[in-house]
């Protein structure tokens, strides 16, 4: 019978248990994204506390793109010896470390005067009404490559792999939607077309870092606003991903336009509120034979539990009980089966930094 404190591997990234700390924006980076003493200490309790693989908050890969303030940052090499010194912290606490990059496009609320926004098309995004300029080839060729170079970064200053952020309306989850990817071309139309680009930087990203090394996506199982990307669609480019040798796929959903419906919802205060992305992620896991990190509302073991033994879904992603309680995991590991501290209340977000309300002082 499968545990989740089994030891397991996702490529070479030795795993003590299922856990994993889902990517989540602290706000706490300085104005460069190099780590501060407050972000070094949020990382030092999540692996104190006996998370098995902590996923960084979304880390911006070229300079001159930064959709929120406070976030870590992996666009330069002099941004590598500050990391190298996070991840052998982390490492000398026997838990992993994935750096999560991405490139937020017109999901930001800076405005198009004060910087270029790339997107797939010139279409206004449903939350911030953000026009971004439509990516021509040239850009497209120094993104990928800027998602290249961010990776090699990550491999050199030690992180165990690099999670490729495709998903909450962020670009790379925009080029796969059919409401924000009006294209024309060979990116645009259909899903095969519409998810060249995240194949491109995924094939790119590999090509940097080897085969040994830990690649891995997180991904909607659907947009969930009208127009927006569905499951089919989600299967269709984790079937493909998998093909072509993606180690593990974090399965989401929604972005912060289907409100309700978004990654982070509010009030989960019994069993049957957790989990809601758990038929989406037990089917990409049963069709792509790739390890599953299921996240989304997860707070009692004995729901995890379940999910383990009933389903092919083998990783279990948390963020806001881990912004409640860094210390969940190892409180776990003792017998203390408690449900999480989190009450899904959604006030962790502060213009000072992303903190749980329980944690405040």
Same mark, same amino acid.
């Given at each position: 019978?499968?545990s989740?404190?089994? =030891?397991?591997?996702?490529?070479?990234? @030795?795993?003590?248990?299922?856990?994993v700390?889902?990517?989540?924006?602290?706000?706490m980076?300085?104005?460069?994204?190099?780590i501060?003493?407050?972000?070094?200490?949020?990382?030092?309790?999540?692996?104190?506390g006996q998370v098995?693989?902590?996923?960084?908050?979304?880390?911006?890969?070229?300079?001159?793109? @930064?959709?929120?303030?406070?976030?870590?940052?992996?666009?330069?090499?002099?941004?590598?010896?500050?990391y190298?010194?996070?991840?052998?912290?982390?490492?000398?606490?026997?838990?992993?470390?994935?750096?999560?990059?991405v490139?937020?496009g017109?999901q930001?609320?800076?405005?198009?005067?004060?910087?270029?926004?790339?997107?797939?098309?010139?279409?206004?995004?449903?939350?911030?009404?953000?026009v971004?300029?439509?990516?021509?080839?040239?850009e497209? =060729?120094?993104?990928?490559g800027?998602f290249?170079d961010?990776?090699?970064?990550? @491999?050199?200053a030690?992180?165990?792999?690099?999670?490729?952020?495709?998903a909450?309306?962020?670009?790379?989850?925009?080029?796969?939607?059919?409401l924000?990817?009006r294209?024309?071309?060979?990116?645009?139309?259909?899903?095969e077309?519409?998810?060249?680009?995240?194949?491109?930087?995924?094939?790119?990203?590999?090509?940097?870092?080897?085969?040994d090394?830990?690649?891995?996506?997180?991904?909607? /199982?659907?947009?969930?606003v009208?127009?927006?990307?569905?499951?089919?669609?989600?299967?269709y480019?984790?079937?493909?991903?998998?093909?072509?040798g993606?180690?593990?796929?974090?399965?989401s959903?929604?972005?912060?336009a289907? =409100?309700?419906?978004?990654?982070?919802?509010p009030?989960?205060?019994?069993?049957?509120?957790?989990?809601?992305f758990?038929?989406?992620?037990?089917q990409?896991?049963?069709?792509?034979?790739?390890?599953?990190?299921?996240?989304?509302?997860?707070?009692?073991?004995q729901?995890?539990?379940?999910?383990?033994?009933?389903?092919p879904?083998?990783y279990?992603?948390?963020?806001?009980?881990?912004?409640?309680?860094?210390?969940l995991?190892?409180?776990? @590991?003792?017998?203390?089966?408690?449900p999480?501290? /989190?009450?899904?209340?959604?006030? /962790?977000?502060?213009?000072q930094?992303?903190?749980?309300?329980?944690?405040?002082?």
């Amino acid at each position: 019978m499968k545990s989740l404190f089994d =030891k397991t591997s996702i490529n070479n990234i @030795q795993l003590k248990n299922r856990f994993v700390r889902g990517a989540t924006w602290e706000n706490m980076a300085d104005s460069e994204g190099r780590i501060t003493d407050r972000l070094w200490k949020v990382y030092e309790e999540l692996a104190t506390g006996q998370v098995g693989l902590i996923i960084t908050s979304f880390t911006f890969i070229l300079k001159e793109e @930064q959709p929120s303030s406070g976030m870590l940052g992996i666009y330069s090499d002099s941004l590598i010896a500050d990391y190298q010194r996070m991840t052998k912290m982390i490492h000398s606490y026997g838990s992993n470390i994935v750096s999560q990059l991405v490139y937020g496009g017109s999901q930001t609320l800076y405005k198009p005067e004060q910087r270029v926004i790339w997107g797939p098309s010139a279409i206004p995004e449903m939350g911030t009404g953000v026009v971004p300029k439509e990516m021509n080839k040239a850009e497209i =060729k120094i993104l990928v490559g800027a998602f290249g170079d961010a990776a090699f970064r990550a @491999q050199q200053a030690g992180f165990d792999g690099v999670e490729i952020h495709a998903a909450h309306g962020y670009l790379l989850g925009q080029w796969l939607s059919p409401l924000h990817n009006r294209r024309q071309d060979e990116y645009g139309g259909s899903i095969e077309n519409r998810s060249r680009l995240l194949v491109e930087v995924y094939e790119e990203v590999r090509r940097r870092v080897g085969p040994d090394y830990g690649v891995l996506v997180k991904i909607n /199982c659907q947009d969930f606003v009208p127009g927006g990307m569905e499951f089919s669609d989600a299967l269709y480019v984790c079937k493909e991903l998998a093909r072509l040798g993606m180690d593990a796929i974090e399965m989401s959903g929604g972005i912060l336009a289907a =409100k309700e419906l978004c990654a982070f919802r509010p009030n989960i205060n019994c069993p049957e509120k957790e989990a809601y992305f758990e038929p989406y992620a037990a089917q990409i896991a049963g069709e792509t034979g790739v390890p599953v990190i299921l996240t989304g509302g997860l707070r009692t073991t004995q729901v995890m539990e379940r999910i383990l033994q009933q389903t092919p879904i083998g990783y279990f992603g948390m963020a806001r009980s881990l912004l409640a309680e860094p210390g969940l995991i190892k409180r776990w @590991q003792t017998g203390d089966s408690e449900p999480s501290k /989190c009450l899904y209340c959604n006030k /962790c977000r502060t213009p000072q930094g992303n903190v749980c309300i329980l944690n405040r002082v």
